[in-house]
């Protein structure tokens, strides 16, 4: 009898699914949301590079709870870890910031137009109470 093998497609055979408007920055804000991973960048900001031993040491948590926060900031694209057997020396990937370093310096821009003062709501015109449909 015949044998069927089953395999799955790998990454590179499978369709780039498009993503959503803001998606990337979503997933860069969600890979900040904790102290200790913003604690992490800043210390690989000042490092340059470190290893994931030395991280433990200077952010002062267990080495598994530093371990999950590095693979999040790694899945995310922010942080990338270059194996130097048997430790990890991790450093910033400085690039895969510019989609949130873009949408800050929009608002930045704006709001130093004056663009952003007053009503956050709506523009006067669609408050107007002569105007109900507006």
Known sequence: MPTVTMTQPTASALPARKREPGEDI????????????????????????CFGCDMVDEVKLAQSTVSEHLRILKSAGLISGEIEHPRICYSLNPESLLPLAALLNAVFDKDSRGELSGSICCPPSCCDPENPSG
């Open 26 to 49: 979503a997933a860069i804000a969600k890979a900040l949301g904790h102290p200790a991973r913003i604690h992490i960048v800043r210390l690989l900001l000042e490092k340059q590079s």
